[in-house]
């Protein structure tokens, strides 16, 4: 018993209202920059704003707590719950990569203090390099991601 064959399908036929090329296209994302910014955070909905951008943010945050410290590292994780005293943070350190757990009501300051890692043109910049690299034919090539600062 044999069944249809893959080239018989509906997509693959001449005529075909699917497009490959079209299907592998899929809009790009702005990314705002938010390196350096301090917002305001005088409402509970400012603050959530503020935190769900440091959560995508690829650099250092410091936050400033109601106590008076301050707490500096990579925002990795966020549980949002319905108040602020359910919702909480999760930061590695920037000193000694501990990992630490605080409530967003405990926060009063946010500030993007450390520079943002995907920000800028770094795929730009290392391609190139690429090429320089590639034509000067002096330096062995290699497709790993090298330091561009």
Known sequence: MTGPRHADRPSHTEGSPLNPDELEVA?????????????????????RIALEKA????????LTLKNGGKIEGYLFDRVAGPSLETSFARVLLKESNDRKKIAYADIAALAFTG???????????WVKKYWEKKTSGGEQL????????
């Open 27 to 47: 809009p790009g994302r702005h990314r705002e920059s938010v390196q350096g910014w301090v917002p305001q955070l005088a409402s509970e909905e400012e603050l």
């Open 55 to 62: 959560f995508d943010y690829r650099g250092d945050v410091t």
């Open 115 to 125: 520079r943002d890692a995907a920000a800028g043109k770094s795929w730009e910049a």
């Open 142 to 149: 290699s497709l790993h991601s090298e330091p561009l600062d």
